[in-house]
Nanobody, 117 residues
Framework: QVTLVESGGGLVQPGGSLRLSCEAS?????????MSWYRQPPGAEREFVAA??????ITKYADSVKGRFTISNAGNTVDLQMNSLKPEDTAVYYC???????????WGQGTLVTVSS
């Protein structure tokens, strides 16, 4: 069974840090894959947060998180280190694996991050 499982969400105060992890199972994350994090704030659309490609590796960030969030990968796991968190970072965070070569895409079930005092 092909799955992505996120972990590491929770409640954190403004200015704090969290590290999210996403573990892939049922397939091997090779250089063909782009691994991404998206988030969906309450009452809003899902939005792109960060992505990493295995060639390079190349990373890309949404302007709203540049300088605060860092995406990294190792084997079948992709992490998102989130620092200097703000209340507007509150959202359900989703992991996505994309392989354009074989038109394959899978999403995780999401993990909730709440930034509040």
């Amino acid at each position: 069974q092909v799955t992505l499982v996120e972990s590491g969400g929770g409640l954190v105060q403004p200015g704090g840090s969290l590290r999210l992890s996403c573990e892939a199972s049922g397939f091997t994350v090779t250089w063909h894959y782009t691994m991404s994090w998206y988030r969906q704030p309450p009452g809003a659309e899902r939005e792109f947060v960060a992505a990493i490609g295995n060639v390079g590796p190349i990373t890309k960030y949404a302007d709203s998180v540049k300088g605060r969030f860092t995406i990294s990968n190792a084997g079948n796991t992709v992490d998102l280190q989130m620092n200097s968190l703000k209340p507007e970072d509150t959202a359900v965070y989703y992991c996505k694996a994309l392989n354009r070569y074989v038109n394959f895409e899978v999403w995780g079930q999401g993990t909730l991050v709440t930034v509040s005092s």
